[in-house]
Structure formats: C-alpha cells, structure tokens
C-alpha cells in the first residue's frame, strides 16, 4: 500500500533531473565501490540510514557533462533515488506529450517543465524560472466579451424576446 507522500515521490526525481540537466542511461549508474562506501558511511550525514541499500554515482559518457557535473556534485543515489529519477523522466515526457508542442532536445523540455511546474521544483537550477512578467490584457477578446454583453442585453430588452417568454 503506498503512502499519500508516495504521489509526490517523483518530483523529487525530477527535480535531480533540473540539477543535473539531463537523465542517465542506465549505464552512466555506477555502483560505489568498497572504499566508496567506506568514505560515505564516515562522511556523509544520515549515511547510515541507507546501510542496506545500494549506491550509485553517476558518470556520464559525455565528456561535457561529465566535466559540469564534477566541478560542481557529488551524486550518491540510492536504488530508490534510480527509479524516481526513471519515473521523473516520464512525467516529464507526459508534461510535454500533452502540451502538444514541438521540443528540438530535452533541454528545451526541461525549459518548458520548469515553466508550467511548482517553483520550488526548479529552484536553485539553470532552469529556474524567471519572475513573471504581467502582459497587458488582449484587447480585442475584451472588447468582443463587451460586445457580446452588450448584444445580449439589447436583445433581452426587444419587444420579440418578451413575446417568446
């Protein structure tokens, strides 16, 4: 049976997607090795809350990514964490499935979910958003909503729509 908090369970995946800007093929998931564990059972804070899960780094095959993602993390990942970041990718590919808009990469897809998803999502990411900015309101659908009152009432008002009531 799964908790009221497992609905929310895959933002957290998405938003490791948002810091690191893409999502590892299952390859780029790398087991720690003994020492790893060692290091991170004597460093890492709450590390032994995950004493008998496995651990994963993530190397990326892309050189690039793998030169960003170093400079600036250290992701340790539980198995939970792999498949939250799996169901992320999902709910994203869903988010832009049904905006019904052409993405070039999944860079732009990021950009867009960072749009129409909770801030706090994309906080602290290159994806974060940008204030809103308030656009004036379209003119003309105001003026049409105007016009259709206005035709509303008149015809409220003639002699014939008394005649029907």
């Known amino acids: 049976m799964s908790s009221f908090f497992d609905i929310f369970a895959p933002l957290s995946?998405?938003?490791?997607i948002f810091k690191l800007g893409f999502v590892p093929k299952d390859s780029e998931f790398y087991e720690l090795t003994s020492e790893q564990y060692q290091r991170y059972y004597a460093t890492a804070a709450g590390a032994d809350e995950h004493l008998d899960e496995k651990l994963y780094m993530i190397l990326p095959e892309d050189s690039q990514k793998y030169a960003?993602?170093?400079s600036e993390y250290v992701?340790?990942?539980?198995?939970?964490?792999?498949?939250?970041?799996?169901?992320?990718?999902e709910l994203?590919?869903?988010?832009?499935?049904?905006s019904r808009k052409k993405f070039n990469n999944?860079?732009?897809?990021?950009?867009?979910?960072?749009?129409?998803?909770?801030?706090v999502i994309s906080e602290g990411t290159k994806y974060e958003r940008l204030k809103k900015i308030d656009f004036p309101k379209n003119q003309n659908k105001?003026?049409?909503?105007?016009?259709?009152?206005?035709?509303?009432?008149?015809?409220?008002k003639s002699p014939d729509s008394k005649k029907q009531n």
């Open 106 to 119: 999944f860079e732009e897809k990021l950009y867009y979910c960072a749009s129409v998803m909770p801030e």
């Open 75 to 89: 992701f340790v990942l539980t198995e939970k964490d792999v498949i939250l970041i799996k169901k992320a990718e």
């Open 68 to 70: 960003e993602l170093a």
């Open 13 to 16: 995946g998405v938003m490791a």
């Open 92 to 98: 994203i590919e869903e988010y832009c499935k049904k």
């Open 142 to 156: 105001t003026k049409m909503k105007k016009a259709n009152t206005r035709k509303r009432a008149e015809k409220a």
